[in-house]
């Protein structure tokens, strides 16, 4: 990485999605790295096209128009290092584009093993096809089957801590070579084997030769102990390795850039993105990111650089909706919705919906819909998240969520077509966040690509996240509380600008109130709960806190967590209704 932001290395980042594939160029601007240009472009991985390169050039082509940079050379290959007037230094590519890869996981105990084995898996773009354990009740021919049937992409092979369990890890790796060696060539599965690691050469002599196999440091060497992180780089490795087979020009457009550049999954980088930051920010809270795509839905927390990362594939908002209407009646969606819409009309949306997930609301019907969907699939994401949250913090905030600072959110659900007040409440709705808490709006889906890019240039992933493309939201005050009297006062608050402005704003059950406190401004804030709420501070205690403005200002939720709607129909969709208007509409 260049020393000097003034003569700094160019970095061009590529995400590549399951709809859109965006090239960004980032540059230094009068000593500060910013974006110079974007370009977005259909993703073209799938028919008529079949190859992910054109859909990569047509988003390049833009970038170069607006810039008047040669990106391309005469075989339309990135010029790489950056020449006079051409080219770029560096190069980060995220994907996320493809069908979930299918994964089995296979290890001991179902709670141990198997669970940190899940969790592993949990982290890429992946779906859990089966799962094997001691307690599956197969025995060696069903597990055989089950492999083979499920045609894995990925065998995560768990187990033993160590010094510990070896018999039963053994007959684990046989199965799954058994079921290797029924597979055709070409189609077995890559298998990384992270358990107990005096079992590794014997592993190796079963399976080397059969099936490609890696190897890392055991993802649970003790009982309380878990560490993911040397399995989790053999498994970006494998990731990569297969996404190079499957998508059809990946593997070309990727080979003149080795050495060169860095390639991740689109939610891995993103929560690459939610670690960093959480080295930075408050060290008493953690940082929190979403982001809701059309085939998964990811979820990063961290706290002081250590946390938890889940991409949830089939909870997004494109191709498996369908399948979400298996699981959850439509009923649940339709209490999120701020108009009546019969469920004929629903069901209708879910379906056209996955089948051109790339498509805009255009009514005022669709637009309740598709955010009613991303307030459902983002609540059991983060639900899902809190599973695996530190016990510490489990224990200490109960089925509250933690108190996190910042909360970054991403996803076209959120910045096409919605306004920032329908943005922020559909995030209020589907986190249900506690405390203090400032949301951060990633309009431009820029935090994979500085997620990619901390390794190569930390200052500039630094920089570009202070820049206009984030956008503050607004600061939240939670008044968590179970008071089912809709009315009663709930929160007392005393403000006091940086300007010298005061005023009092009391909050009742069931409201949502806001104080207007525009970007560049601070208060002080005094906040004084009542019936035993909770600001941030504990239950019923008092507390005071400095608080920054942003696009919405100051947001009071009284409602309540989980959030409360009354059970009649009309009343609840006044209520959406009156929140909206309350944040501005």
Known sequence: MATSLVDADSLLALDVGN???????FDAVEDRYRLVAMGVAPTTAGAPQRDVRAGIRQALTQVAEVTGRRLLDKD????IPAEEGAGVDQV??????GKPLSIVVAGVLPQVSVRSARRLAETIYGRIATQLHLNDHLGMEGRINAVVQARPDVVILAGGLENGASQAVLQMAEAVGLAAYLIPQGQRPEVLFAGNSRLQERIKDMLEGITPLYTAANVQPALAQEQLGPAQEALLEIYRQVRERQVPGLQDWLAPLRGRSAFYPTGYAFGRMVRFLSRVYDPSKGVLGVDVGAEAVTVAAAWGGEGVLKTLAGLGLGSSLPDLLRHVPAERILRWLPIDVPTADLIDYLYNKSLHPESIPLT??????????ARLVLRTAVQQAWRHFPVQQRQKFGALLPYFEPILASGSVLTRGATH???????LDGIQ??????????????LPALGAAADLNPVLSVQVLESHHFVPLATVITAAHRVTKMGAPILRIHIETDTGEQGKVELKTGQLRVVRLR????AKVEIQPLRGS????????RGSAIVNGSTLGLVLDGRGRPVFLPKDAEKRRALHRQWLDALGG
């Open 19 to 25: 709809t859109h594939t965006r090239a960004m160029l």
């Open 76 to 79: 339309g290959q990135i010029i």
């Open 92 to 97: 980060v590519v995220t994907l996320s584009a």
């Open 364 to 373: 005022e019907e669709d637009l309740a819909v598709e955010q009613a969907l």
């Open 421 to 427: 007040a329908q943005a922020l409440l559909t995030l």
């Open 433 to 446: 966040p506690s405390g203090i808490t400032t949301f951060v709006l990633d309009e431009n889906h820029l």
């Open 519 to 522: 970007p560049g401004q601070t």
């Open 534 to 541: 909770d600001a941030g501070f504990g239950p019923g205690r």
